[in-house]
């Protein structure tokens, strides 16, 4: 019985930890400025045609940049999905850009290129971690 509350006890704290660790993400979305992250401000749009901005870390990989989901907090992801028309704000410029999800051999390349390491997987409470590849418009 003393064996299943540590568990318990544990897996509330885990969670604790997770939420806290997102929450901080979300509230702050942190610059990667001291990290060396290139980043980007992706602004999607929802539904009822508002905008939302959403700092992310960018990747590029033989010539396309991309975007990762992988964190809990996914909202501008799925806006992204819903409505792939976005713009991406980075390095001073501001371009239209056209989200497509990326599956088989380019997620698996993208994926190893930019790898999450293990501590970082555990503060994040190892979520799926979905890409985009932001095609740029004509």
Do not use: C
């Not at 544990?10 to 980043?39: C, D, H, N």
């Amino acid at each position: 019985m003393k064996a299943v509350k540590w568990i318990v006890i544990a897996a509330v704290a885990y969670v604790g930890i997770v939420v806290l660790f997102e929450t901080w993400l979300g509230v702050f979305q942190p610059k990667g400025e001291r990290s060396e992250i290139p980043m980007l401000v992706l602004t999607t749009t929802d539904a009822s045609g508002a905008s939302h901005d959403r700092r992310l870390a960018r990747m590029e990989s033989g010539g396309r940049l991309y975007v990762s989901a992988h964190h809990w907090p996914r909202a501008w992801h799925r806006r992204a999905l819903e409505n792939p028309e976005v713009r991406a704000a980075m390095d001073g410029a501001v371009g239209g850009y056209t989200a497509v999800p990326v599956e088989g051999e380019e997620y698996a390349r993208v994926k190893a290129e930019y790898p999450l390491p293990l501590p970082i997987r555990i503060l994040m409470g190892f979520p799926p971690r979905h890409v985009l590849r932001l095609d740029p418009r004509s």
